[in-house]
């Protein structure tokens, strides 16, 4: 097959290099940052002449340019789609708009974030690192400590497993009745939004507390928080944890987006030292 990769982080490089060992070939662009690289200059023809267009995840940060953080050069997005035709196109977190001006042109889109099963197992390395996260900013042992973990989603769900299997207490804050009954299933203790809300002080009691729903849920409830409370936004914007009374009230808090990328990216970055010329 014909592969052509257009942008994204370091996944994307790395997943150059798999295809390549299959004896498909492929053209990569958007990388020039990267040492000893050199790359195709004109990336129009790498679309013409290739079967599979691979995107980044997410495909665009400012919804009018393709995301490359490894490129000095901008590809705006309405340019982009007027040179797809015919294609069988890979990406993430696609805005449905842009899939749908793609597929007026005959092209076959695949958004892999849309995909259950990737969704759920990329779940896994966010899980891995907000524990790594929890170790390095916490200063007692993670047994016997008391996590909150606020929306039981996919990464609810991997995130108090994991958790649990360490001897944590886990309460999960839930948003359903159908989350309230898997989380009873696994034995975790529950409470819903409304009912946290209105008990503030009740989260004291946590040493942990660790956000994944993307919507405002702790805004004046914060304040109700011990200063040494360790708190976690996993989620996307608009966040679920209200930035301007984090800062007032000087609390111990970190923003931890995009786990996925940056640990695959780190790992990549060890497995090559920096030597990106052996992987291509």
């Given amino acids: 097959m014909k592969f052509c990769?257009?942008?994204?982080?370091?996944?994307?490089?790395?997943?150059?290099?798999?295809?390549?060992?299959?004896?498909?070939?492929?053209?990569?662009?958007?990388?020039?940052k990267l040492e000893n690289f050199k790359e195709f200059e004109e990336y129009d023809k790498m679309i013409s002449n290739s079967d599979i267009i691979i995107f980044p995840i997410p495909f665009t940060r400012d919804k009018v340019t393709l995301n490359m953080p490894f490129s000095d050069r901008n590809i705006e997005i309405k340019e982009l789609i007027e040179k797809l035709e015919n294609k069988t196109i890979f990406a993430g977190n696609i805005d449905n708009d842009i899939v749908e001006k793609m597929k007026s042109k005959n092209n076959n889109v695949i958004d892999i974030m849309k995909k259950e099963e990737f969704a759920v197992l990329n779940a896994i390395p966010t899980a891995e690192a907000t524990i790594e996260i929890i170790f390095k900013h916490t200063k007692k042992i993670l047994q016997g400590s008391n996590i909150l973990i606020l929306g039981f989603g996919r990464i609810g769900k991997v995130l108090a497993y994991k958790?649990?299997?360490?001897?944590?207490n886990v309460t999960c804050v839930i948003t359903n009745e159908?989350?309230?009954a898997w989380a009873m299933v696994y034995g975790y203790e529950t409470i819903d939004i409304e009912s946290m809300k209105n008990n503030g002080s009740?989260?004291?009691?946590?040493?942990?507390?660790i956000n994944t729903i993307p919507k405002i849920i702790l805004e004046e409830e914060l304040k109700e928080i011990r200063k040494e409370t360790l708190i976690i936004d996993l989620a996307s914007k608009p966040y679920g944890i209200d930035r301007n009374i984090v800062e007032r009230e000087n609390l111990n808090f970190i923003e931890a987006l995009g786990?996925?990328?940056?640990?695959?990216s780190n790992y990549?970055?060890?497995?090559?030292?920096?030597n990106y010329k052996t992987m291509y």
Avoid: H, W
């Fill in 5 to 32: 990769i257009i942008g994204g982080d370091l996944r994307n490089f790395f997943l150059a290099q798999l295809l390549s060992k299959e004896k498909n070939e492929v053209k990569i662009y958007g990388f020039k």
């Fill in 163 to 168: 958790l649990k299997a360490l001897s944590t």
């Fill in 178 to 180: 159908v989350e309230k």
């Fill in 202 to 209: 009740k989260l004291k009691q946590y040493d942990v507390i």
């Fill in 259 to 264: 786990l996925p990328r940056k640990i695959c």
């Fill in 268 to 274: 990549i970055s060890k497995m090559y030292e920096g």
